[in-house]
C-alpha cells in the first residue's frame, strides 16, 4: 500500500493466462495429429521437428498444470511443474507464475530472485521493480527496498509508488525525518493518496509532532469513510496531548467502528485506570484478553501465570491491569 501503474488482477492475468494456454495447446494437440498423419501416409520426418514439437507439447503441459495446481492451492506441485517447464524453455510467465507460488510457500528468497531476474530483463518495467520490492519488504530487507525503489525512479523519478516504497525502507531503518521527507514528496505528486497520509501522521506523532500528526489525521478523516486507523491516530494524539477524557471517548469511537480492537481497548484502558475509573479499566482489560488470548502478554508485559482465567483474575484482584 493511487498512483500505481494498471496492473491486471492477478483472476484477471490467470484466466487470460488459462484461455491462452488451451489455445496453444489446441495448436500444438493439431501439429502432432499431423504430423501423425503425415508420418500414418508416408510423409518426411524431421527429427529435431519432432523433437521441438514435443518439447512445446510437454512445456505446454508443464505450464498449464502448474497454473491448475496453484488454483487449487498445491503450491509445491505448482512449483515442480513450473521449474520443470524452464527447464525445457526459459518463459517470463512462468518465472512469474513460479514467483508468486514461492510467496504462498513463504520462500521469499527465492520469489525475490525470481522477479529481480524478470526485472533485469525488462529495464523499463517499474511494476516489476515494485513487486520485487514488496517482497524484500516482507523480508524486512530495507536495503535491497531501496535499490530497486532507485533502479525504479532511475526510470521516472516522479513515480509515487516508488518514493512510497522509499520512504517505508527508510522508516524501516528508523529514518524518520528521511521518510517524512518521502512521505511528502508522495503526498506532493499524488495527493489523495491514503497511505502516505496515514504513514506520516504515525511517524509524525512518533516524533512528537503533535500538530502535524493531528492534520494528516484530520485529513484522512475528511476524506475517507469510517476510517478506523484514521480515527486511532486521533486517540493517540489526543492522549498525547494530555487529553485523556477527549482521547478516551476517540478510542470508543474506534471500537464503534471495529469491535475487536485490541489496541483501541487496551490504550482507552490504561487512559481509564490512570483517570480513576478502576471498573473501566477492568472491562477493557477483560475484552483484551478475550480478543487476543494469544498474545496476553502484550497487556502488561508482566503475566507469567497460564490461563485467560487466571489472568483475568489476577488483573481483576491487582486493580492495576496494565502493570503500571
Not at 494437440?29 to 527429427?47: A, C, K
Not at 498445491?74 to 524453455?89: P, S
Not at 476510517?227 to 494524539?237: Q, S
Request: glycine share 6%.
Amino acid at each position: 500500500m493511487r498512483g500505481k501503474e494498471s496492473f491486471l488482477s492477478n483472476n484477471f492475468r490467470d484466466s487470460l493466462a488459462h484461455w491462452g494456454l488451451l489455445i496453444t495447446f489446441a495448436a500444438k494437440f493439431t501439429t502432432i495429429i499431423m504430423g501423425f498423419w503425415n508420418s500414418l501416409f508416408g510423409g518426411e520426418t524431421n527429427p529435431e521437428e519432432e523433437k521441438r514439437v514435443a518439447d512445446e507439447r510437454n512445456f505446454d503441459l508443464l505450464k498449464y498444470d502448474g497454473v491448475k495446481a496453484m488454483r487449487i492451492g498445491k503450491f509445491d506441485y505448482a512449483v515442480k511443474c513450473f521449474e520443470k517447464a524452464l527447464e525445457t524453455k526459459d518463459d517470463p510467465e512462468v518465472h512469474d507464475y513460479l514467483s508468486r507460488a514461492f510467496i504462498r510457500l513463504g520462500r521469499l528468497d527465492d520469489a525475490l530472485a525470481e522477479l529481480k531476474m524478470l526485472a533485469m530483463q525488462e529495464p523499463d518495467n517499474i511494476g516489476l521493480k515494485m513487486q520485487a520490492a514488496s517482497i524484500a519488504f516482507m523480508k524486512e530487507d530495507y536495503d535491497e527496498m531501496k535499490a530497486l525503489c532507485e533502479q525504479a525512479l532511475a526510470v521516472d523519478a516522479n513515480n509515487a509508488m516508488a518514493h512510497l516504497f522509499y520512504a517505508k525502507a527508510e522508516l524501516g531503518q528508523e529514518h524518520l525525518i528521511e521518510g517524512v521527507a518521502r512521505l511528502t514528496k508522495v503526498i506532493a505528486l499524488e495527493e489523495r493518496l491514503v497511505e502516505p497520509r496515514q504513514l506520516r501522521g504515525q511517524t509524525l506523532l512518533k516524533m512528537g509532532d503533535l500538530k502535524g500528526a493531528l492534520e494528516d489525521a484530520q485529513w484522512l478523516l475528511r476524506y475517507t469513510r469510517d476510517n478506523e486507523d484514521a480515527m486511532l491516530l486521533i486517540a493517540r494524539i489526543l492522549a498525547k496531548a494530555g487529553q485523556a477524557d477527549k482521547a478516551i471517548i476517540a478510542y470508543g469511537k474506534v471500537i464503534e467502528m471495529n469491535p475487536f480492537s485490541v489496541d483501541a481497548f487496551r490504550e482507552r484502558g490504561k487512559l481509564r485506570l490512570d483517570s480513576g475509573d478502576k471498573q473501566g479499566a477492568e472491562e477493557d482489560m477483560k475484552m483484551v484478553l478475550e480478543l487476543n488470548p494469544e498474545e496476553v502478554a502484550d497487556v502488561s508485559g508482566e503475566y507469567s501465570a497460564e490461563g485467560i482465567e487466571h489472568k483475568t483474575r489476577q488483573a481483576y484482584s491487582n486493580l492495576n491491569p496494565f502493570g503500571i
